[in-house]
């Protein structure tokens, strides 16, 4: 199993940015997917989180308004669309794979990319 996370990179502040994340080895339609970072000196926080069916969501305060959390089950991928870029945004990002049908920061997470790095200047 694993999990590809790409689109990561610099970008200025006030831009925006669209993370992806592809799973293989196996499909995640039925599990809740979700975006995590990490920042510098910092622990890993959660970000967004998806419902297997993509119909509920659930985001960070810090990021509510600004990131839009999708996937595709067909393409077995979730993606992370970043608007209004902040330098406090400055992480590198991971997506987990839930072990239930829904993903919020409470709920366990078994399988976890690589990460990709957003870095946000300003």
């Known amino acids: 199993v694993q999990l590809q996370a790409s689109g990561g990179g610099l970008v200025q502040a006030g831009g925006s940015l669209r993370l992806s994340c592809a799973a293989s080895g196996r499909t995640f339609s039925y599990y809740g997917m979700a975006w995590f970072r990490q920042a510098p000196g910092k622990e890993r926080e959660f970000v967004a989180g998806i419902s297997w069916s993509g119909g509920t969501t659930y985001y960070a305060d810090s990021v509510k308004g600004r990131f839009t959390i999708s996937r595709d089950n067909a393409q077995n991928t979730v993606y992370l669309q970043m608007n209004s870029l902040k330098p406090e945004d400055t992480a590198v990002y991971y997506c987990?794979?839930?072990?239930?049908?829904?993903?919020?920061?409470?709920?366990?997470?078994?399988?976890w990319g690589q990460g990709t790095l957003v870095t946000v200047s300003s």
């Open positions: 987990a794979v839930s072990r239930t049908d829904w993903a919020s920061p409470r709920i366990p997470y078994d399988y």
